[in-house]
């Protein structure tokens, strides 16, 4: 946790990101999965991100259910604005190719959090109206590249005023009291929430 200018500890945001182990092609057996998860890590965010399902306008159908009985949850889906849009998603969660996407997507009263490696990509997200992005990877993460580590983390913080989600490795809950201790505005992470 950091403190914030009036002195007050602030929790870092969770934000589950749907994992392909339990994103199954049968939408109630999906739905008990993800309400037990949920149930379970109290996320303020969740992302639907599946790229293996055939029919992903059914599953994201399904993961929308289950965030409107926890009103609290803010609910994303992947790379697709549209179908954000039809399902009446919080927002849309873009990947680090999709920055042409910022503008459509905001025009769809959609909140926007995209995927980024680089501080040339934060301050782009930043300067094109993101709500927020994650920053990744921080931590080892399989076949995600060079993780950055917390220090980097923290030379970011200092130069970007949007909020970061820091990504990739965070699977036990000191990775999560080192994040805790910057002022990254949260965490993202998929096997953190198994």
Request: glycine share 4%; charged share 25%.
């Amino acid at each position: 946790m950091y403190k914030s200018k009036t002195l007050k500890a602030i929790e870092p945001q969770k934000y589950l990101i749907t994992s392909a182990k339990f994103c199954i092609d049968t939408p109630d057996i999906f739905k008990n999965i993800l309400h037990n998860q949920f149930l379970k890590h109290k996320p303020n965010y969740a992302l639907y991100r599946d790229k293996s399902n055939k029919d992903y306008a059914l599953g994201a159908s399904s993961f929308m259910d289950v965030c409107r009985d926890f009103k609290t949850v803010k609910s994303f889906i992947h790379q697709h604005v549209d179908l954000a849009k039809e399902l009446n998603a919080t927002g849309v969660h873009l990947t680090s190719t999709q920055f042409d996407r910022i503008l459509d997507a905001k025009k769809s009263d959609l909140e926007v959090i995209i995927s980024t490696h680089t501080f040339e990509e934060v301050l782009l997200a930043q300067e094109l109206g993101a709500d927020a992005v994650t920053y990744s990877p921080i931590f080892a993460s399989p076949d995600k590249g060079e993780p950055k580590g917390v220090e980097e983390l923290k030379e970011l913080l200092e130069i970007c005023s949007i909020p970061v989600f820091a990504l990739g490795g965070i699977v036990k809950t000191l990775h999560v009291d080192m994040i805790g201790q910057t002022k990254a505005y949260g965490f993202a992470s998929i096997r953190y929430f198994k």
